[in-house]
């Protein structure tokens, strides 16, 4: 197959000049082969989909006797644990607890937006995973805004230097009023504690700047994998011996094989050794819990651990039971990490981690994210740290090694509780080996008994609409509650990035298409228990919750986005959830409609969308604003 041709938007070689270096793009183009693969894996998750729906059919575990796709790997091998991992790194022996973050932020200078790195890195945070995927907003050029600061970070440039001591000011006043000490004692040492981590974007979305000469969109993975390793792969095995990458969104182990095969491509191309790029695995989707061994075995040497995560595994589960009308979900506050398939979830990746390879190597298991944020009342913030203590306390008992928290805010909050433990990690925790049967297949979509309420549907539309909206205008990480608290400093702010706006959507498109009942009565709408989610009532808490956030203070929702992308996010949150064709990505539509502001133009893009997706199942993911300049949000 011959090798794909790519060109990169209008002057953007030459204005980021020093990201689009020559090497830089030549490890881009080393890799370029791999997008068929890419796309044809793309195609077959689709085409699963579609069989899925049309027949029925559960996901299930593999065949004992199959190999895994684009290995010699017998399944039945990989569940033994007859593969060779990697041992853990140095580096990541001790990630109690690891920040995550962009590295930039919207319509900034390079000097503004740096300081978002620094926060990061004087945070005390064991791991810090820079963002470039769910958390990094992707108007005009953050993508490459992103790569700029997090590699002047890394190379210790005198921008980064100058603002990482004025932040450190900042947060050791902030620290005097919140634990009455400072928390930076030495801000150059300090810099040199946490473990950088990058996050690229998933295999299922194509790059803004780069596509293929034809047209085509081309993949955002490589660009990111391939942009990140050569500017800082050997920078970062200097300094702390391993490159080391979180991957996202994969849903199978051959999905795993392409990206082993890549980055192996990708450290040749560069000269550097053979595995030193370790890689996490964010467990995002549920048909990855039923290739847990069998993904550990195709990343083999650079395998270092699993993620459990809520907000994108609940939308997996949602969207993989899209096609059974008795599969309802309650209230997302519900859907708690002890919540039935949540909970068999997480039990399957523990024991995942803690069977050994036929070295006796184990994997690490980092617990979930922490979203709060400590600002508000008094009694509020001291509830929301209570709970996030709790929260991390669950995890550590329950055999993780670590967690994430989304505020470098939260470091020190919740990181005493695995300082009170003091064991660095818990590899290889016994704990029963993983089973195969029709059981733990059923208990992998387990529901259990839980409030389904108007009030848990006004709080899906309210954060849904929120979201896009600050996604249009590029925080694709932001500080949201449903509107009905606004003004109330009792009730925190929680950061939330794609994943949340992802889930709220399935879960009410789940509700109206499947006529999912109500358990309790609404008087405001009148809303009987037993009384279903219809076209007309979802239109009138469409219309209420939309009213409310134009009414907002600027604080909640900036008025500068209240006649231009707000409009935007309520026709992208109607169409999805009101169309009969389920789609699989809320991102899709947002990338789709980003920078633009006409209205009409963003119902033509989206019928577009829907139509395509129902005619073939394709999903039109290039920039069709490619080659024209970002409209500014």
């Not at 050029?141 to 190379?155: P, V």
């Not at 039935?340 to 039990?347: H, Q, S, V």
């Not at 009565?521 to 037993?530: I, P």
């Amino acid at each position: 197959m011959e090798e794909p041709t790519l060109e990169i938007e209008l002057n953007l070689e030459s204005r980021y000049a020093d990201v689009y270096t020559p090497a830089a793009l030549g490890a881009v183009r080393a890799l370029a082969r791999f997008d068929d693969d890419r796309k044809a894996l793309m195609a077959a998750r689709m085409a699963r989909r579609r069989q899925r729906q049309e027949s029925g059919t559960r996901i299930g575990f593999l065949d004992p006797e199959a190999k895994i796709g684009r290995t010699d790997i017998v399944v039945k091998d990989a569940r033994a644990g007859r593969f060779e991992g990697s041992e853990i790194p140095e580096c990541l022996q001790r990630q109690w607890i690891q920040g995550t973050g962009p590295g930039t932020r919207p319509r900034a200078t390079t000097e503004q937006a740096i300081r978002n790195v620094a926060y990061a890195l004087l945070s005390g945070a064991d791991g810090w995973m820079f963002d470039g995927e769910d958390a990094l907003g992707q108007l005009s050029t953050m993508s490459l805004d992103n790569l700029r600061n997090i590699t002047l970070a890394i190379h210790g440039d005198p921008l980064f230097l100058r603002a990482a001591e004025s932040v450190a000011r900042e947060m050791n006043t902030w620290a005097q009023g919140f634990f009455g000490r400072e928390i930076i004692a030495d801000y150059a040492k300090q810099l040199d504690f946490t473990t950088i981590i990058y996050r690229a974007r998933g295999l299922h979305l194509d790059d803004r700047h780069i596509r293929r000469s034809d047209g085509a969109g081309f993949s955002a993975s490589i660009v990111d994998a391939a942009l990140f390793v050569a500017h800082n792969g050997a920078r970062l095995i200097e300094r702390q011996g391993a490159v080391v990458l979180y991957l996202p969104k994969i849903q199978t182990a051959e999905e795993a094989a392409l990206w082993n095969e890549l980055l192996t491509a990708l450290e040749a191309h560069l000269g550097l050794p053979a595995n030193i790029i370790k890689t996490y695995v964010l467990v995002e989707q549920l048909e990855a819990s039923y290739q847990l061994m069998e993904l550990r075995a195709a990343l083999g040497k650079r395998f270092v651990g699993y993620n459990t995560g809520r907000w994108d595994y609940i939308n997996s589960v949602s969207e993989a039971m899209s096609w059974d009308g008795s599969f309802h979900n309650p209230n997302i506050d519900a859907i708690t990490m002890t919540y039935g398939y949540m909970r068999n979830y997480e039990d399957r990746v523990r024991r995942a981690v803690n069977t050994p390879d036929v070295n006796g190597n184990c994997a690490l298991w980092q617990g979930g994210m922490e979203p709060n944020i400590p600002v508000g009342s008094e009694a509020g913030v001291q509830a929301g740290m209570k709970k996030a203590k709790a929260g991390g306390a669950r995890e550590q008992q329950a055999g993780a090694s670590g967690k994430w928290v989304a505020h470098w805010k939260m470091v020190h909050i919740v990181r005493p509780v695995w300082e009170s433990v003091g064991a660095a990690n818990q590899l290889g925790r016994d704990f029963p080996p993983l089973e195969y049967g029709q059981a733990e297949a059923d208990a992998l979509i387990q529901l259990e008994p839980a409030p389904r309420t108007v009030m848990g549907a006004r709080d899906l539309l309210s954060v849904a609409l929120q979201y896009g909206n600050a996604f249009g205008r590029g925080f694709q990480a932001a500080a949201l509650k449903p509107a009905d608290f606004f003004g109330d400093d009792d009730v925190l702010y929680l950061m939330e990035d794609a994943a949340t706006g992802e889930i709220r959507l399935s879960i009410l498109w789940e509700w109206l298409h499947k006529r999912a009942a109500f358990t309790e009565d609404d008087a405001e709408t009148g809303v009987k228990a037993g009384d279903t989610l219809t076209e007309a009532l979802f239109a009138r808490l469409l219309d209420e919750e939309y009213a409310k956030l134009q009414r907002a203070s600027n604080r909640d929702v900036h008025d500068d986005s209240k006649q231009t992308t707000l409009p935007v996010a309520r026709e992208i949150v109607r169409s999805y959830v009101t169309s009969e064709v389920k789609t699989p990505w809320y991102i899709d539509l947002l990338n789709l409609n980003l920078g633009l502001h006409d209205l009409e133009e963003a119902r033509r893009r989206i019928a577009e969308y829907l139509a395509a997706l129902e005619r073939d199942g394709t999903r039109i993911t290039n920039n069709l604003d490619f080659g024209r300049a970002d409209a500014e949000a």
